[in-house]
Structures are given as C-alpha cells and as structure tokens.
C-alpha cells in the first residue's frame, strides 16, 4: 500500500527587522548605533558614492600630473649632469646618452599609460554612480572636444598604442650648451656663459608610417615637414589639454560634492544629539553592506580640485635658473 506524501509548501519569509533597517554606526567595538529610514539611507548612499567616485578621478588624476613633473625634472637632471659631469671617452659618452635615452623612454611610456588609465576608468567611475549621470554626460562631451580640438591630444592618444605595440616612443635627443652674448654700450659682444638644456624628439616620419596612426591624423602629421617633432612642446601642450579636461570634471562635480559634506556632516551631528556626545568614525550599514563615511571625505576631494591648477600653462611654463643681472634684481637682493 502506497503512502502518499505531501511536499511541505514553500512559502516566501519577509525579511528580519534587522534586515530592512538602516543604520550609521561607529565602527569600533562598542560604538553606539543610529538607525536612520530609507530616505535617508538612500541620500547618505548616494552622497557618499558621488565622494568616492571624485577621490578616485582625482588620484587617477594625480598620478597622471605626477608623471609629468618626474619628466621635466628628467629634464633639468639631465642638463646638470651633462653641464657638470666630466666624460672621458667614446665609452663614457655612450653609457651616459644610453642612461639618459632609457630614463626619456620610462617617462614617457609612464605619462602615456597614466593618462590611459584615467581615460580608461574615468568612464567607469561615473557610470557606477547613478547620482552623477550628469557627470557621466560632461565626461563624455569634454572628452571627445579635447580630442577634436588639441593636435597634441590627437598624437598622444595614438603615440600610446605606438608605445605599447611598435617601438618606444623616444626617437632621440640632443643634449649640449650654447653660448648667451650681450653688446656693451660700445656695440662689443661679451660672452656671459652657457645655457645647458635637453630637447627629446619623437621621429614623425617612423610614427606616421605605422599602423597605430589613423588615418585622419596621418594626414594631419603629413602636413608637417619637419622629420622631427619636439617631445617638450607635444607633452606639455598634451598635458594642459588634460588638465582642461579635467578641470571641467572638477567643475561639475563641485556643487555635488559640496552638497553630500553637508549631508554626511548633518548624518554626524545629529548621531552626536542622539549620543550626546561627539561620534567618530562612523560607517553606513544598510542592505548587507558597511561603508565607511569618513566625514573629511568630501573635504578631502574639495582640496584636491584645488592641486595641479598650473598645469593649464603647461604649454607655456618653464623652468630657468640663469641669472638676472638686471639692476632691478640687484637693487632687491642687496645687503
């Protein structure tokens, strides 16, 4: 005889009251608990997401100008050295434009792969975040003006994958001193010393030949006749034209991440009312998630648009240690 067997029902358990409660916290054993409603959850999440995101623009940022500075100060190194180091022999000479030839390379590749990489993530970052799809919009906008409007944008972009899949970047440099000259009031020259200065060049004929180079900026780069282009001139130029971009980003986010310091600050005085006294280090739990809410965060970001803002004269900066003999000059500096 059969026994006929009935399978238990399933049905659906709501969720724990636990669970569907949200809470900022003081993350340390002991720390007190305020529970917050989903409105307010959803505010401090979306605030503290839009504070992450522009901390990691801006390191991606950073990074990128960092690498620039690390290449200039190559720069002068290299004119001190050769200004200042006694070389004796063909072997001497070679080890020396070797070294320097391979550090030109290294700063270079650094800039294109650091730029790469903010290009690359930028997207990312502000496609994760549903309170800046604003944001998210401008990106896309100033990044594709700056690549129609910066001829020096256009070469780096494609010097990038040139670098990665044909050959360095650096076709070669040239290193060495010329003499600074003056006309007394008799009309008599005078020589006052020597300028020592380095000038790398990327090989344009090589670069517009390979496969790496559309088509569009071929015809650009044929329209130059010169063989050689000066790397200073197209890294800086490149440089300010991404400080351009970004500032724009910096623009945009600003009265975001100004707005969510005052969310996350109120979220903290009012847990210190609740506490009655003052709370530290406090995390926002909700959803299975604790996200830390550090509240000189959005601070922090405020800070960093304020850095690196030289860099929209990049094109246009340099750096010179000769001396001014005006009379001007002695007339400040005299005892």
């Not at 724990?16 to 809470?23: A, D, P």
């Not at 995101?53 to 390191?59: D, I, M, S, Y």
């Not at 986010?253 to 280090?281: C, H, R």
Request: proline content about 2%.
């Amino acid at each position: 005889m059969k026994r006929s067997r009935r399978k238990a029902r399933k049905t659906a358990v709501p969720g724990t009251l636990e669970q569907r409660t949200y809470f900022i916290a003081e993350e340390f054993y002991g720390g007190a608990s305020f529970p917050i409603d989903t409105q307010q959850y959803q505010k401090l999440n979306s605030s503290l997401t839009a504070v992450v995101a522009a901390l990691e623009l801006e390191e991606l940022f950073q990074v990128f100008a960092q690498s620039f500075l690390d290449f200039e100060e190559d720069l002068l190194t290299s004119s001190l050295a050769y200004a200042y180091t006694e070389l004796h022999g063909e072997v001497e000479f070679r080890k020396f434009f070797s070294n320097v030839r391979r550090r030109f390379n290294v700063r270079i590749i650094t800039i294109l792969t650091a730029f790469q990489s903010y290009d690359d993530q930028t997207n990312r970052i502000l496609s994760h975040a549903a309170s800046l799809s604003s944001v998210l919009q401008v990106n896309t906008q100033t990044r594709t003006s700056t690549f129609d409007n910066n001829l020096s944008y256009r070469i780096c972009a494609a010097l990038r994958n040139y670098a990665q899949h044909r050959d360095l970047p650096l076709g070669g440099f040239s290193i060495g001193a010329k003499a600074d000259f003056s006309q007394n009031d008799d009309g008599i020259l005078n020589k006052d010393g020597f300028e020592y200065g380095v000038s790398p060049w990327l090989n344009l004929q090589k670069f517009r030949s390979s496969s790496q180079v559309k088509k569009d900026l071929r015809v650009e780069l044929e329209k130059i006749s010169a063989e050689k282009k000066d790397l200073k001139w197209l890294i800086r130029s490149f440089i300010a034209a991404v400080y351009n971009r970004h500032a724009t980003l910096r623009e945009s986010l600003k009265p975001i991440i100004i707005s969510a310091q005052q969310d996350i600050n109120t979220a903290y005085e009012t847990a210190n009312i609740e506490k009655g006294a003052e709370v530290k280090f406090l995390n926002l739990r909700g959803e299975g998630k604790s996200r830390p809410m550090r509240r000189d965060l959005a601070e922090t970001v405020l800070k960093d648009f304020d850095t690196y803002t030289s860099l929209k004269n990049a094109d246009r900066n340099y750096i010179s240690s000769k001396i001014d003999q005006s009379p001007e000059v002695f007339a400040a500096t005299k005892v």
